[in-house]
């Protein structure tokens, strides 16, 4: 009986131990959730702007492109 009772005390701590941790990975997970996120924020705005600039662009003048041997600078 004693031990039984032993083992289940072993059991308890590790599982006590183990949620410990598990807590702590999710703060980090979560920590790092939120940086991310931010990140994402300032970036979308960019990435919506740069979809506009290009949307205007025709495969013709792609094609035109492709076929200069030198092109301009700006280009």
């Not at 941790?21 to 997970?29: R, S």
């Not at 931010?38 to 290009?54: C, F, H, M, N």
Request: glycine share 2%; proline share 4%.
């Amino acid at each position: 009986m004693v031990k039984e009772q032993n083992e289940a005390e072993k059991r308890k701590e590790v599982s006590i131990k183990t949620s410990e941790q598990l807590q702590k990975k999710q703060e980090a997970i979560a920590e790092r959730e939120r940086v991310v996120n931010e990140d994402l924020g300032k970036a979308e705005p960019a990435l919506i702007s740069a979809q506009e600039s290009v949307s205007g662009i025709k495969k013709d003048h792609l094609v035109q492109l492709k076929n200069m041997l030198s092109p301009p600078e700006l280009v």
